[in-house]
């Protein structure tokens, strides 16, 4: 084979930037509120979900980037692209997704709704009876949660919570005190809903509901007493939300968090949103109390707080406005009725589980049965992410009330979770588990759980390995796989994992299992190498991965090389990609796309051809800097061919395949929604639903 010439492109310009490409992603969720096949009150909860997304984009990245450019950062990540254009950038493109998703609620989403009998009711369309009540309502249970603060040189502006509801009031007049500031701040109390619905009788629909704003709108008046309002908007500001602990000055993590958690709402401000009715001279004073600058304000024309809208989606009781429901499949052992022995199970064979078409519940099982058995001695596992209301870890506390060796390895520092599993590890404390934070510097994302039992005399070790976290509340709506085995070698990987987490040694080699920090990027790198070697011998050679995101700069470039090289490559990335494929020269061998559906996309499967081995990985990594490097995670092989299969078919061929919930990514980063004829129509979540799912679609009623 002649040798492939290097592209032209200058290094810089083979990266695409990583907060675009998050815009990128935010604009394919937001289409699926403008979807029309898309069910209406879903897509009113990817309108929120779109809010949900862009203030964490705000509270960490935009947040990073406004820290780079206030200490004059030298130098560009990969794409070459300096912090203050990136911002600039960054600006411009939220502002016009946002301009999008507030005109497609106001012109499209809520005008259907009224159409189904969901309406929101604005002040001037009150009657009489609504008014009345609403009145009552604001009297009864609004008005003494309400603090006004009238502000003057003894009544600072207050300290403003990150992402809380707030008003601003413009008054004239002068009060009891002969105070006259002309202005005052309201803050909307956290524990109060959003919105409010109205009784049957006096509704007018059979859904009717009221903003908290407007409600306060209405009737703030009553709060400055003697003084007119002339004035009242309502505003949101977001924070950086990034902690800070240094290493070398805590005694104790959990204590040192403790005290950062408090503070993360009052974090640096970095954006600004105020309703578009806000006048000019309010504005400038609300960026100045916050030291922002236009470039950092968004006027909107609705409420600022749309993520709390997501709240009506479970007052409505309307299962044909929402996705079918369905049930999660049990593997063939949960669906006997008489009593199982999970571990007998497992003995007979590797059990694979997909999620969320298959149920979570072997996974509780898994644990719930290792705390009743007495034969189980020991306990061990990782919690990332697992909720403040969590069986999974209730049953945990109970192992270790009944004397069980559990031993828990809880990662404080994941992000925006750091208080449920402070407030878990402290009741596992409680109980006499050994809890253990971790190693400092590197987050334990991995996702493992191991049970030690004693059988026939001699001591054997199950264990459960995942690609997501041990949720069942997101394993009902992220995909993801996991494996239960008692695999004696991966086994063996899994307890020098956790000897590694727990205590002190150099790490050693593992037999089976890829890991972060250590050997996880070099094998990756390796099996990339290993495709190039057999592409250019003449031979097939193909890389199927899928994950949430690629951008580590060092694997792009061998994936540029495999595809120079004649290897086949497709890439499933759900959200940030800086990879560019399709560019002659670079990547023509590179196709990505991206499956933006009803579940949340979170599987990590790694696929090489590898001479027709069809070697196939699961991970909780995805091919970031931090997860390759900053991170404890684990990359395990799908070894019995069976069930290699089936990852094989229901985790990367039909979202290949997909025509209908796919979109596929063009050089410049930008991506085309695929589209199919009615007859040719492939939605791979469809598709596994019907294949996976206990009870089908409508048939659960």
């Known amino acids: 084979m002649a040798p492939v010439a290097k592209p032209e492109m200058p290094a810089a310009k083979q990266f695409l930037n990583r907060e675009l490409s998050q815009i990128e992603f935010n604009r394919r969720v937001l289409a699926q509120a403008e979807n029309e096949e898309t069910p209406l009150l879903e897509r009113l909860r990817f309108i929120c ?47 016009e997704l946002v301009s999008r998703q507030y005109q497609l609620l106001n012109d499209n989403i809520l005008p259907a709704l009224v159409e189904q009998g969901i309406c929101f009711l604005r002040r001037d369309s009150w009657n009489d009876g609504q008014r009345e009540w609403i009145r009552d309502f604001f009297f009864r249970e609004l008005m003494p949660m309400l603090t006004p603060i009238g502000l003057d040189p003894f009544h600072p502006f207050p300290r403003i919570l990150n992402k809380s ?107 600004l949103e105020v309703a578009d009715s806000c006048s000019q001279q309010m504005v400038e004073f609300l960026l100045g109390q916050f030291s922002l600058g236009n470039e950092d304000l968004f006027q909107v024309n609705g409420p600022v707080n749309l993520v709390r809208l997501i709240q009506v989606f479970d007052l409505i009781d309307r299962p044909d406005l929402k996705f079918p429901r369905f049930i999660p499949g049990l593997p063939f052992f949960s669906q006997k009725k008489k009593a199982h022995n999970i571990f007998e199970l497992i003995s007979k064979g590797d059990i694979l589980l997909h999620h969320p078409y298959q149920s979570f519940q072997p996974v509780i099982e898994f644990i719930q049965q290792a705390y009743a058995d007495p034969d189980v001695i020991a306990v061990k596992q990782t919690v990332y992410r697992t909720g403040s209301d969590s069986t999974l870890m209730e049953a945990l506390v109970a192992a270790a009330r009944l004397g069980k060796e559990v031993t828990v390895v809880v990662e404080l520092l994941a992000r925006f979770d750091e208080e449920a599993n402070i407030n878990w590890a402290k009741r596992l404390e409680e109980v006499g588990a050994h809890v253990i934070y971790g190693v400092f510097g590197h987050k334990t994302h991995c996702k493992m759980a191991m049970i030690v039992r004693r059988e026939a005399g001699q001591l054997k070790r199950y264990v459960h390995l995942g690609t997501g976290n041990y949720h069942p509340g997101t394993a009902r709506v992220y995909t993801d796989f996991g494996l239960l085995t008692c695999h004696e070698e991966i086994c063996t990987d899994v307890s020098e994992v956790f000897l590694q987490l727990t205590g002190l040694g150099k790490a050693s080699k593992l037999k089976h299992l890829w890991q972060s920090p250590f050997s996880l990027h070099g094998q990756i790198l390796n099996s990339i190498q290993q495709e190039i070697k057999h592409a250019n011998a003449g031979e097939p050679a193909a890389i199927i991965a899928k994950m949430n995101a690629l951008l580590e700069p060092s694997v792009i470039q061998a994936l540029y090389a495999a595809s120079g090289a004649g290897v086949k490559i497709d890439l499933i990335v759900r959200g940030a990609c800086a990879l560019r494929p399709g560019v002659p020269g670079l990547s023509e061998n590179i196709r990505v796309r991206s499956i933006v559906g009803r579940f949340l996309e979170h599987t ?60 596929e990514m063009n050089g410049d980063g930008h991506y085309k929604r695929k589209s199919a004829r009615k007859n040719n129509r492939f939605s791979a979540q469809e598709v596994l639903l019907e294949k996976l799912a206990a009870v089908k679609q409508d048939a659960v009623e």
């Not at 964490?56 to 203050?84: N, W, Y």
């Not at 600039?88 to 939220?94: A, F, K, L, M």
């Not at 684990?634 to 039909?654: A, S």
């Open 49 to 95: 979900i779109v809010s949900s997304n862009l203030d964490e984009f705000f509270e960490v990245r935009v947040a990073g980037l406004k820290e780079q450019i206030k200490l004059d950062a030298p130098g560009s990540g990969a794409d070459g692209m300096a912090p203050g254009q990136a911002f600039e950038r960054v600006s411009e493109q939220v502002r």
């Open 165 to 271: 509801l707030n008003f601003a009031v413009a008054l004239e007049g002068k009060d009891a005190f002969g105070r006259n500031s002309g202005v005052a701040i309201v803050q909307a109390p956290r524990i109060l809903p959003r919105v409010i619905r109205l009784p049957k009788e006096i509704s007018g629909s059979p859904y009717s509901f009221v903003f908290l704003s407007s409600i306060i709108h209405a009737h703030v008046g009553e709060l400055f007493t003697g003084m007119r309002v002339v004035g009242c908007y309502q505003f949101r500001v977001t924070r950086n939300s990034d902690l800070f602990v240094d290493e070398e000055e805590i005694k104790n993590l959990r204590i040192a968090l403790q005290g950062e958690l408090s503070q993360r709402h009052l974090g640096n401000a970095v954006r």
């Open 604 to 663: 990590r499967i790694f696929y090489f051809l590898n001479a027709k081995q069809h070697n196939v990985y699961l991970a909780s990594a995805d091919w970031m800097y931090r997860n390759f490097f900053r991170r404890v995670e684990i990359c395990f092989p799908v070894l019995d061919p069976r069930l290699k299969k089936r990852v094989i078919l229901e985790g990367l061929k039909p979202y290949l395949r997909d025509n209908v919930q796919a979109w």
